[in-house]
């Protein structure tokens, strides 16, 4: 199964384990990038069971990199 990059629109294939690709990984703030990487734990992706702690994390980095592209996201 394509897993894509998680920013707003992006089609840009990664690996399942890999939340978004270069480009957008680096517009996300850092402090927002450590906890995604505090949060996540190993395996989440295939067992479709991330932490509440981790998608809170990914929530904020993708609406982070959606107002840097000047996307409409809360």
Known sequence: MAHVCHALGCTVEVPEHIFMHREHWFM????LRDAI???YRRGQEVTKDPSDEYITAAKAAIAAVARKEGLNHG
Request: cysteine-free; proline content about 29%.
């Open 37 to 39: 990487w505090r949060t």
């Open 28 to 31: 996300v703030p850092k402090p």
